[in-house]
């Protein structure tokens, strides 16, 4: 399968700034990547579906100005949380979709809002 | 919709014992399942998937489920449990008959105690 690369692994921000979340698919041109969300003792959640060069879709109730995706190039999906908020705080992780082979997972990204 | 119930957030096993980890599925059409393993503060790591092919599938670690239309169940099981398999269980659907978008159950946790 890819191998897929998400940085950073854990952050520390403070109440009202932004922060971005890379996740990079190192083998693999994928013209479609996830992002999920998980709470402590929870499952994941699936935020949104990223589409390289178009706009991506976002699950019902996230909010799409906070969760800004980006999927410029076929190695590249961002995830920015806009004015965060300790509510934002969580373990956050992408997928590549590997074609016919399924799906690679990133190793994740805590962040924590302060 | 897809969706996916694990029967079961907490399993405990003793080490050696079978581990026997439930996974219903709903499904419109005929699913692609998966099952994951997270360790703490890290990624998925695919244990194995039914994509239409064998009903009995074999993954890594000595696990292996089996996909059941007409109880509409793959459970996950393992003839000996190690101390090294306790962690997070996901199962998870990806619907339309393909690799779509993925919906987790809420999880399992296994502990393995001596």
């Known amino acids: 399968g890819a191998v897929v690369s998400q940085h950073p692994s854990w952050v520390i921000c403070k109440s009202g700034t932004s922060v971005k979340i890379e996740c990079r698919s190192l083998?693999?041109?994928?013209?479609?990547m996830f992002w999920y969300r998980q709470f402590p003792k929870q499952s994941l959640m699936l935020m949104a579906t990223?589409?390289?060069?178009?706009?991506?879709?976002?699950e019902q109730g996230v909010e799409k100005d906070k969760f800004l995706i980006n999927h410029a190039s076929l190695t590249l999906s961002t995830l920015t949380v806009t004015s965060a908020h300790p509510e934002d705080s969580s373990f956050y992780i992408c997928s590549v979709l590997d074609g016919g082979n399924g799906y690679t997972f990133g190793s994740g990204t805590r962040l924590t809002v302060v | 919709a897809q969706s996916v119930t694990q029967l079961g957030s907490h399993v405990s096993v003793s080490e050696g014992a079978l581990v026997l980890l439930r996974c219903n599925y709903s499904s419109s059409v005929p699913p692609y399942l998966f099952w994951y393993v997270q360790y703490p503060n890290q990624g998925l790591q695919l244990l194995l998937k039914y994509t239409s092919a064998a009903t009995l599938v074999k993954g890594i670690n000595g696990f292996e489920a089996e996909f059941k239309k007409s109880e509409t169940s793959f459970h996950l099981t393992k003839p000996s449990a190690h101390m090294s398999d306790a962690a997070e269980y996901f199962c998870?659907?990806?619907?339309?008959?393909?690799?779509?978008?993925?919906?987790f159950g809420a999880g399992t946790r296994l502990a393995v105690h001596p």
């Open positions: 998870a659907v990806s619907g339309s008959g393909g690799y779509n978008k993925l919906i």
């Open positions: 990223s589409n390289e060069g178009s706009k991506a879709t976002y």
């Open positions: 083998d693999f041109q994928a013209t479609t």
